[in-house]
């Protein structure tokens, strides 16, 4: 009597189980043994049905394991429709406070546009490409040494508050030359500054981000990425699912005392003419510069995950009310 090593059957399950095994984790040994020591028709039925049963599993293989991946990269629906309703009402709300802002004040809407002008200028198109390059450039360091991160974000704290104000500064003496400067036009010209920024820099990367996370389950990344780089968007998933749905929320609320820093900020420049000091514009990079510097909070102190975020907002959401309070007090003295 042959072995069971010896037996026809026994050999197309080694053939056949040594190219699925490894790959799809499934062994045909079971099947085969059933019509070992059988008569040819029987083995021959066998080798049929493996034959076919091999063949359909590779694509349902090749299915299934797409689907893992696609669950691997499948994002929170619901941190997804909170994510697109911020990102909406970043783009749309700055409009609403724009309008409503030039009717109560029955101004021009050129001074929207000129604050929208300044930050698209001296931020967009200057500082944010030249910073970009240089943290490129210093990247391999900066993942090296947590010190130097955090002198990097301090100098772009800076670096913000001087291209910022200093563009507000420019705006006032070059297209308001003949323009008289009126507490009005310094808070339309505050509100497209901050307007701008809040609907391109952040309502629109954040649609860009929700359009691309809902993407990504679609997409066949296998061919594409190397195992540590699926590992990596794997973990990346993984992360932003363990965040609480409402965090993208977060992002809108910062912008409501971002829009009142820009308007008092816009006010505080003015002053350079309508009180003849240029000691007003240190005034407001230095302003400018330490609410930046708010952002590295979490990271200075350790602070992690979503106790970081309300932290950085708590800090923001006062220096809000701060700014609040210095509009309406130069509106009193204007």
């Given at each position: 009597?042959?072995?069971?090593?010896?037996?026809?059957?026994?050999?197309?399950?080694?053939?056949?189980?040594?190219?699925?095994?490894?790959?799809?984790?499934?062994?045909?040994?079971?099947?085969?043994?059933?019509?070992?020591?059988?008569?040819?028709?029987?083995?021959?039925?066998?080798?049929?049905?493996?034959?076919?049963?091999?063949?359909?599993?590779?694509?349902?293989?090749?299915?299934?394991?797409?689907?893992?991946?696609?669950?691997?990269?499948?994002?929170?629906?619901?941190?997804?429709?909170?994510?697109?309703?911020?990102?909406?009402?970043?783009?749309?709300?700055?409009?609403?406070?724009?309008l409503a802002a030039r009717r109560a004040l029955n101004l021009s809407w050129k001074y929207i546009g000129f604050g929208a002008l300044i930050?698209?200028?001296?931020?967009?198109?200057?500082?944010?490409?030249?910073m970009f390059a240089i943290q490129a450039a210093i990247a391999p360091q900066l993942k090296a040494s947590r010190e130097l991160t955090l002198?990097?974000?301090?100098?772009?704290?800076?670096?913000?508050?001087?291209?910022?104000?200093?563009?507000?500064?420019?705006?006032?003496?070059?297209?308001?030359?003949?323009?008289?400067?009126?507490?009005?036009?310094?808070?339309?010209?505050?509100?497209?500054?901050?307007?701008?920024?809040?609907?391109?820099?952040?309502?629109?990367?954040?649609?860009?981000?929700?359009?691309?996370?809902?993407?990504?389950?679609?997409?066949?990344?296998?061919?594409?990425?190397?195992?540590?780089?699926?590992?990596?968007?794997?973990?990346?998933?993984?992360?932003?699912?363990?965040?609480?749905?409402?965090?993208?929320?977060?992002?809108?609320?910062?912008?409501?005392?971002?829009?009142?820093?820009?308007?008092?900020?816009?006010?505080?420049?003015?002053?350079?003419?309508?009180?003849?000091?240029?000691?007003?514009?240190?005034?407001?990079?230095?302003?400018?510069?330490?609410?930046?510097?708010?952002?590295?909070?979490?990271?200075?102190?350790?602070?992690?995950?979503?106790?970081?975020?309300?932290?950085?907002?708590?800090?923001?959401?006062?220096?809000?009310?701060?700014?609040?309070?210095?509009?309406?007090?130069?509106?009193?003295?204007?």
């Amino acid at each position: 009597m042959p072995s069971n090593t010896d037996s026809s059957a026994f050999l197309v399950w080694r053939d056949i189980d040594s190219r699925v095994r490894g790959n799809d984790g499934f062994s045909f040994y079971y099947l085969t043994r059933i019509f070992d020591k059988t008569n040819i028709f029987f083995f021959a039925f066998t080798r049929y049905i493996i034959k076919y049963l091999f063949e359909f599993v590779a694509p349902w293989r090749y299915l299934r394991d797409n689907r893992r991946m696609a669950n691997a990269l499948q994002t929170n629906p619901a941190y997804l429709f909170f994510a697109a309703l911020a990102a909406a009402i970043n783009i749309f709300a700055p409009l609403v406070v724009a309008l409503a802002a030039r009717r109560a004040l029955n101004l021009s809407w050129k001074y929207i546009g000129f604050g929208a002008l300044i930050f698209l200028v001296f931020q967009l198109l200057t500082r944010i490409p030249v910073m970009f390059a240089i943290q490129a450039a210093i990247a391999p360091q900066l993942k090296a040494s947590r010190e130097l991160t955090l002198a990097w974000g301090a100098g772009a704290s800076f670096t913000a508050g001087l291209f910022e104000e200093v563009g507000r500064w420019v705006g006032y003496r070059f297209l308001m030359r003949n323009d008289d400067k009126t507490w009005g036009k310094g808070v339309l010209y505050g509100i497209g500054h901050g307007g701008l920024e809040a609907a391109l820099f952040v309502g629109g990367l954040g649609l860009i981000t929700v359009v691309n996370l809902a993407a990504l389950p679609m997409l066949d990344l296998s061919a594409q990425l190397t195992p540590e780089q699926m590992q990596t968007a794997t973990q990346q998933i993984a992360a932003i699912n363990a965040l609480p749905a409402w965090m993208p929320l977060l992002g809108v609320w910062e912008r409501i005392w971002a829009m009142c820093f820009h308007v008092a900020a816009s006010l505080i420049v003015m002053r350079c003419f309508t009180r003849g000091h240029m000691v007003w514009l240190a005034v407001a990079i230095a302003f400018h510069t330490v609410l930046n510097l708010t952002t590295l909070l979490p990271a200075a102190l350790g602070v992690q995950g979503i106790s970081g975020a309300l932290l950085t907002e708590g800090v923001l959401t006062v220096f809000g009310l701060f700014s609040l309070w210095l509009i309406w007090k130069m509106k009193e003295e204007k």
